[in-house]
């Protein structure tokens, strides 16, 4: 897969880091903060598919942060809570999430990318970890999952190579099977994926974050998988 992009090197004191964000915005898809509510990611297709793209780019990049801005998306009736951007970085890299208002400053002009993607290995990678999960889920270490954090209105998601790639085919699921749904037609959400497991577990409320399709509106332009897309009337023919 390939993805188009735009990279920067911005600097937080004595460090530059390298910060890859996707071109164009992903402008109908949408985060709310996990974090202080229930947390749900819904896109339509094109914005789920290329953020299983950016999850799976983010696994095999460990000295670079992928930025989603998300805050400035369309609005939609779903989901309902504080809209957050995000920010894919692996846990080896060190970054705190205070430093990010820093290096989002020095987000200004970037240059043109195109980042690719491999799906077979990021499946295979994801199968290892999805068996681990379910031989061991209740002791698996602090590295064996994604950390969840928030900071400067952007949802910081620190993890590693596996656990990157189990998000990418969980996400890519999501683009694959939501327009399938019935209730797509009609323009509803439709839950397809849950990224909940891939997070640290709580005694008490643990931290859930969801995702789900939606065709953006109008619907015009929706045409359900499998049936084929309207013909435009033919003209009158000329005298």
């Known amino acids: 897969m390939r993805l188009r992009a735009e990279e920067f090197r911005p600097r937080a004191g004595r460090y530059a880091f390298r910060v890859v964000r996707p071109r164009p915005a992903l402008r109908h898809t949408t985060l709310v ?12 297709h094109d914005g789920l598919a290329r953020l299983a793209g950016l999850f799976s780019f983010a696994a095999y990049s460990p000295h670079t942060v ?16 504080v809209p957050v951007d995000l920010v894919l970085v692996h846990q080896t890299l060190g970054l ?8 989002r400053r020095g987000l200004i002009q970037g240059v043109p ?12 990678h994801a199968a290892d970890w999805e068996d681990l999960w379910e031989r061991r889920w209740d002791r698996l270490p602090r590295t ?14 620190s993890g590693a ?6 998000a990418s085919v969980r996400v890519g699921r999501a683009a694959g099977f939501g327009p399938l749904h019935t209730r797509a037609a ?3 959400d439709v839950l397809c994926a849950s990224l909940t497991t891939l997070l640290p577990l709580s005694r008490g409320r643990g931290t859930e974050l969801d995702i789900g399709f939606q065709a953006y509106p109008p619907l015009a332009h929706f045409t359900p998988p499998g049936r084929s897309a309207r013909r ?4 009158a023919v000329s005298p």
Not at 33 to 44: N, Q
Not at 113 to 124: I, N, P, S
Not at 232 to 235: I, M, N, W
């Open 33 to 44: 903060d996990p974090m202080r509510d229930w947390g749900y990611l819904v896109g339509d």
């Open 144 to 157: 064996g999952r994604i950390q969840p954090a928030v900071h400067a209105r952007t949802l910081f998601l």
């Open 161 to 166: 190579r596996d656990t990157f790639a189990a």
């Open 66 to 81: 992928v930025h989603v801005p998300l805050r400035q998306s369309i609005p939609r009736d779903v989901p309902q809570g």
């Open 232 to 235: 435009r009337r033919p003209t």
């Open 113 to 124: 990318r195109t980042v690719r993607t491999d799906e077979r290995r990021t499946a295979r």
């Open 186 to 188: 009609k323009g509803y």
């Open 96 to 103: 705190r999430p205070s430093t990010w208002p820093a290096l």
